[in-house]
T-cell receptor, first 115, second 110 residues
Framework: ETGVTQSPTHLIKTRGQQVTLRCSSQ?????VSWYQQALGQGPQFIFQ???????GRGNFPPRFSGLQFPNYSSELNVNALELDDSALYLC??????????????FGPGTRLLVL | QKEVEQDPGPLSVPEGAIVSLNCTYS??????FMWYRQYSRKGPELLMY????GNKEDGRFTAQVDKSSKYISLFIRDSQPSDSATYLC??????????FGQGTTLQVKP
C-alpha cells in the first residue's frame, strides 16, 4: 500500500454535470499530481500542485481544475462533463518540490463513467 | 509521435520464462525512467526507478536504460503467474511530469 487514498472508488455522471474527486496524500508529501487513464492507455498528466499552488499542467482544458489543501488532501474538479472524460483518475503524491523528480506514489484511482 | 512508445501486447509466457519489456522515447531531455506495474482495477505500483543510463537490479527485476538509442527495458527473471499485470514505462525530465507509455499486458501461464 502506498498510503495514498482516493474517493469515491466509482462514480457515474451524466454529460454536462460537474464532478469532484478527492485524494489524500502520504503525510509529508508536498506534491500531488493528477493523471487521467483511459481504458487500454497509459496515464496522462493533468496537472501538479506543490504547496497549494499549480506547478505544471498537461494538455487538458480549463474545465479541469484542482485544489490542494494544507492537510495533504487535494481535489480534482471537472466541469461540463463530456463522454470522453470517462476514465480512471489517479492521484500521485511525492516529496519533491519545484524542479525535482521524486518518486510518485499512486492511489487506487477513481473510475468515472459519463453517460 | 508519442513521446514514449510501448507495445501494448498482450504478451503471454509460460511460468519460469524470462520476460523482456521495452519502450522507446523521443525527448532527449528525459533523465528519469520508471517502470510501474498495474493490476486490474488498481493504481500503478512503482517497480524500478533509474536516473540516466545504466542498469538497475532488484530481485527478479532488471531495468536498463540506453540513452544513446532512447531505449528502456525491463527484464523479469523466473516469471510467476503473480507477475501477470500491465507494465507501464514512464519517463520524465526535471518537471515532475511523468510521461507514460501505453502499457504492455503480460500474462504468465502456470
Amino acid at each position: 500500500e502506498t498510503g495514498v487514498t482516493q474517493s469515491p472508488t466509482h462514480l457515474i455522471k451524466t454529460r454536462g454535470q460537474q464532478v469532484t474527486l478527492r485524494c489524500s496524500s502520504q503525510s509529508g508529501h508536498n506534491t500531488v499530481s493528477w493523471y487521467q487513464q483511459a481504458l487500454g492507455q497509459g496515464p496522462q498528466f493533468i496537472f501538479q500542485y506543490y504547496r497549494e499552488e499549480e506547478n505544471g499542467r498537461g494538455n487538458f482544458p480549463p474545465r479541469f481544475s484542482g485544489l490542494q489543501f494544507p492537510n495533504y488532501s487535494s481535489e480534482l474538479n471537472v466541469n461540463a462533463l463530456e463522454l470522453d472524460d470517462s476514465a480512471l483518475y489517479l492521484c500521485a503524491s511525492s516529496l519533491g518540490g519545484r524542479g525535482t523528480q521524486e518518486t510518485q506514489y499512486f492511489g487506487p484511482g477513481t473510475r468515472l463513467l459519463v453517460l | 509521435q508519442k513521446e514514449v512508445e510501448q507495445d501494448p501486447g498482450p504478451l503471454s509466457v509460460p511460468e519460469g520464462a524470462i520476460v523482456s519489456l521495452n519502450c522507446t522515447y523521443s525527448n532527449s531531455a528525459f533523465q528519469y525512467f520508471m517502470w510501474y506495474r498495474q493490476y486490474s482495477r488498481k493504481g500503478p505500483e512503482l517497480l524500478m526507478y533509474t536516473y540516466s543510463s545504466g542498469n538497475k537490479e532488484d530481485g527478479r527485476f532488471t531495468a536498463q536504460v540506453d540513452k544513446s538509442s532512447k531505449y528502456i527495458s525491463l527484464f523479469i527473471r523466473d516469471s510467476q503467474p503473480s507477475d501477470s499485470a500491465t507494465y507501464l514505462c514512464a519517463s520524465s525530465s526535471n518537471t515532475g511530469k511523468l510521461i507514460f507509455g501505453q502499457g504492455t499486458t503480460l500474462q504468465v501461464k502456470p
